[in-house]
T-cell receptor, first 110, second 114 residues
Framework: GQQVMQIPQYQHVQEGEDFTTYCNSSTTLSNIQWYKQRPGGHPVFLIQLVKSGEVKKQKRLTFQFGEAKKNSSLHITATQTTDVGTYFCAGTGTASKLTFGTGTRLQVTL | ETGVTQTPRHLVMGMTNKKSLKCEQHLGHNAMYWYKQSAKKPLELMFV???????ENNSVPSRFSPECPNSSHLFLHLHTLQPEDSALYLCASSPTGGSNQPQHFGDGTRLSIL
């Protein structure tokens, strides 16, 4: 079945440093979504990418969908303590099912 | 306030008990989902309902029994659970059941099986 892996599993940064998480699918995706889950909270939808090579920005967050539509990345510029949480990608493969990635847990310290 | 309310927030039960988890959404959506979230594992989709009809059962053991009486309510009936069923159970909704729809999650029920 479709697998969606994220790396790294965990990253610890100092406030102000940049952060990137990568999402890789075993199959071509028709779309990819990104979610953020704060500690003790629930996943919250951030954005959806649909087009090959698409790049979208939300303030300090930059989302990219790969040319082959099998990978995606989320980059945070100048992290803040409010960025703490686990970031999940979720992609739709050939079976038209949304599969969540393994997640990357981000810790930000002062 | 997420628009998706789950009760109870925490549940401790023995392996022989019967309990139910409840989910209610106030977003006017037509699709509802149950997910299981265990430590160090990806979110696992369990069931999908679209316009009250079950459209997906992701090989979930029969000790989990979903019920969707209308588009706003979703239940998960639990019976004879195992210790490995301890997890956070998340309910979500979306406008329709399409996989290109953003999903709105509730706060979850933290389930512990003794």
């Amino acid at each position: 079945g479709q697998q969606v892996m994220q790396i790294p599993q965990y990253q610890h940064v100092q406030e102000g440093e940049d952060f990137t998480t990568y999402c890789n699918s075993s199959t071509t995706l028709s779309n990819i979504q990104w979610y953020k889950q704060r500690p003790g909270g629930h996943p919250v939808f951030l954005i959806q990418l649909v087009k090959s090579g698409e790049v979208k920005k939300q303030k300090r967050l930059t989302f990219q969908f790969g040319e082959a539509k099998k990978n995606s990345s989320l980059h945070i510029t100048a992290t803040q303590t409010t960025d703490v949480g686990t970031y999940f990608c979720a992609g739709t493969g050939t079976a038209s099912k949304l599969t969540f990635g393994t997640g990357t847990r981000l810790q930000v310290t002062l | 306030e997420t628009g998706v309310t789950q009760t109870p927030r925490h549940l401790v039960m023995g392996m022989t008990n019967k309990k139910s988890l409840k989910c209610e959404q106030h977003l006017g959506h037509n699709a509802m989902y149950w997910y299981k979230q265990s430590a160090k594992k990806p979110l696992e989709l369990m069931f999908v309902y679209n316009f009250k009809e079950q459209t997906e059962n992701n090989s979930v053991p029969s000790r989990f029994s979903p019920e969707c009486p209308n588009s706003s309510h979703l239940f998960l009936h639990l019976h004879t659970l195992q210790p490995e069923d301890s997890a956070l159970y998340l309910c979500a909704s979306s406008p329709t059941g399409g996989s290109n729809q953003p999903q709105h999650f509730g706060d979850g029920t933290r389930l512990s099986i003794l």
